[in-house]
Each structure stands twice: as C-alpha cells, then as structure tokens.
C-alpha cells in the first residue's frame, strides 16, 4: 500500500538556521504530493504541494521538490523563524480522495 | 469564515464508557473525514462522507466505531464500549467538491480522547 515516511523529531534549531525535514514515500502510479503544517493549538493546514515529477512547491519561504527518481519530496527552508515552531507532515494522494501521511515531524526554532 | 470545528477539545472517559465527538465541517463543503492520530503516530484515515453517497467506512478499526453525517452538515463520531487504544487524538476535515477541492482538506483543532 502506499506509504509516506518522514524523518523523526523533535528537530530543534536556532532562529536563521536552514532547515530540512526529509520525506521518502511508497505509491503506485503517480502520486500528488503534499506538506501539511500544525502549528499550536491549530488544526493542520496545507502549507505546499506538487502534483507531478520536477515541480516544485512553495509557500511562506518553505520549499519542496517533487522528486519521481528519489521518491522523495524534501521540505526545506532557507532561515526559519520562531513562528515556524510547528509539526510538519508529509503527505500524499494516490488515485483517490485519501490522504496517506506520514508521522510528523516537530520542529522548534529557538531564539 | 469559519473553520472546521470540533467539541469537545478533550474528553476523558472510563474504560467501557460510549464517547460521541462531534464535527461541524465549513458550510458549503460536501466532503468530510475522519482521522485518528495517536501519539507519535500518522495520521489513520477512518471513514469519508461525500454528499448523499454511501461513506467509506473501510478505515475504522473496529464495530465499536461508527459515525454519522446528515448531508453536508454535522458529522459525530462515536465510539462504544472505548479502550484504552482508543486513546488518541480525532481530527476531522472537510474539503469542496471536484477536483479542485480534492487536494486541500481544511482540518478541526481535534478532540483528544484518553480513556483510563
């Protein structure tokens, strides 16, 4: 089935640093792929996506790239700020009108 | 406007007890899920609401569960009998119909579950 797995946290790192949370995933065909974001006391919002090979998503400084020969969709992000203290989740759709997600990935940015 | 809500945010129960939890989805939004999410785990898919159509219920785990939608409104979920596994928390979304609403779910805060 498909599957998505993301790198364990908690990621902590200090404010301007550049971040990268990698994300791998297990589809047939020829998956959208997506990163979800919690911040605190919020519900998950869609931060970026990318439906096919070689594009790329972006959003609020936040970066990833569909990769079809890696399967993978890395989010990166240049110099992260405290309010980008949130749990990251990989995600992706597969044919369907299901979500398969990966765990989560805590990051905390310290002044 | 208003987002997805859930109640109640947190609810502690005894081993045994029924728990229903309730979510209110965006108006307008025909499509509506349910999600487990226990500690250091993903996201487990439950049951999908599109519309008036037969939901998909091929993610809940057990007979205890079930849910409930009444066309595009409120959705419960309710679990009897609960164990302590069932200890988690439950997200809902919601999302437009056709395929431009198809990638973008809009979740609830979550009801967190713990049953001792």
């Known amino acids: 089935g498909d599957s998505v797995t993301q790198m364990e946290g908690p990621v902590t790192l200090s404010e301007e640093a550049f971040l990268t949370i990698n994300c791998t995933y297990t589809?047939?065909?020829?998956?959208?792929l997506f990163w979800y974001v919690q911040y605190p006391g919020e519900g998950l919002q869609l931060l970026l996506k990318?439906?096919?090979?070689?594009d790329k998503g972006s959003n609020k400084g936040f970066e990833a790239t569909y990769r079809k020969e890696t399967t993978s969709f890395h989010l990166e992000k240049g110099s992260v700020q405290v309010s980008d203290s949130a749990v990251y989740f990989c995600a992706l759709r597969a044919g369907s009108y299901q979500l398969t997600f990966g765990k989560g990935t805590k990051l905390s940015v310290i002044p | 406007g208003a987002g997805v809500s859930q109640s109640p945010s947190n609810k502690v129960t005894e081993k045994g007890k029924d728990v229903e939890l309730r979510c209110d989805p965006i108006s307008g939004h025909t499509a509506l899920y349910w999600y487990r999410q226990r500690l250091g785990q993903g996201l487990e898919f439950l049951i999908y609401?599109?519309?008036?159509?037969?939901?998909?219920k091929s993610g809940l785990p057990s007979d205890r569960f079930s849910a409930e939608r009444t066309g595009e409104s409120v959705s419960t979920l309710t679990i009897q009998r609960t164990q302590q596994e069932d200890s988690a928390v439950y997200l809902c979304?919601?999302?437009?119909?056709?395929?431009?609403?198809?990638?973008?779910?809009?979740f609830g805060p979550g009801t967190r579950l713990t049953v001792l």
């Open positions: 979304a919601s999302r437009k119909a056709g395929l431009a609403g198809l990638d973008t779910q809009y």
């Open positions: 990318a439906t096919k090979a070689d």
């Open positions: 609401f599109q519309g008036n159509s037969a939901p998909d």
């Open positions: 589809a047939t065909g020829y998956p959208s």
